[in-house]
């Protein structure tokens, strides 16, 4: 069965068993259950099944209880990823909240690992039509980029162009107006104006433009690319 997993499947008593050891503290005996849970997952399940993930990132709090442990929080970040691909967004962000606030503690609110984490989080929250909520993050992403890469770096310009694509839902226009000219300017500058990015710029704006109702400047950009 190699698509979905039984339920029942006889894995789950050996996977509470785990769970008890880890209440415990029995950290051994913990390891031994979950080595056969994520054999058998794998095998049956798949190697990307979410199901093997999560037996991945409990396998690796048994080598290091701490859940900030690096396999643990690398575990539930290919686990986010999944869920994210599944459509599974609420379970996406129940992880990427815990990812984020590891990151934060461990490497610093500025470190380019855990402006990923919030980037990441923030396109979860979009997913999910919160739009707010991924603009604040994603302020907070561009302003660090801006200030450790530069205004000008690819990072910076991809950062800006998403916060501009939240302005865009919020129905914030002419913000969205204001990030997007910043971001065609210094591609057409840096990548030229036939790069794929820079035309993918030109056509934000002008669909930016079509829905603050300047059409000749819409049409005009349209007639660019």
Request: charged letters at 25%.
């Amino acid at each position: 069965m190699a698509n979905g997993r039984k339920k029942g499947y006889y894995d789950d008593l050996s996977e509470r068993f785990a769970q008890i050891y880890e209440q415990a503290g029995i950290w051994s005996d913990m390891e031994e259950l979950c080595v056969q849970v994520l054999e058998a997952r794998e095998q049956i399940l798949g190697t990307e099944h979410p199901d093997t993930l999560r037996a991945k990132a409990k396998l690796a709090v048994t080598y290091d209880p701490s859940t900030e442990h690096q396999e643990t929080l690398t575990a539930r970040a290919n686990l986010a990823i999944t869920y994210d691909h599944l459509g599974r967004y609420t379970e996406a962000e129940q992880l990427q909240v815990q990812m984020l606030e590891a990151r934060e503690q461990i490497l610093g609110t500025e470190h380019r690992v855990t402006l990923t984490a919030r980037a990441q989080l923030a396109i979860t929250y979009a997913h999910l039509g919160r739009y707010i909520e991924a603009e604040q993050l994603q302020v907070q992403v561009l302003e660090a980029k801006e200030h450790i890469l530069g205004t000008e770096h690819p990072e910076t310009l991809g950062a800006r162009a998403t916060l501009a694509v939240t302005y865009a839902h919020l129905g914030r226009y002419t913000e969205a107006e204001q990030l997007q000219v910043q971001v065609l300017e210094a591609s057409e500058q840096s990548l030229g104006t036939e790069h794929p990015e820079t035309l993918g710029a030109r056509a934000n704006l002008a669909a930016t433009y079509d829905h603050l109702g300047r059409w000749t400047d819409a049409e005009l950009l349209s007639y660019e690319y």
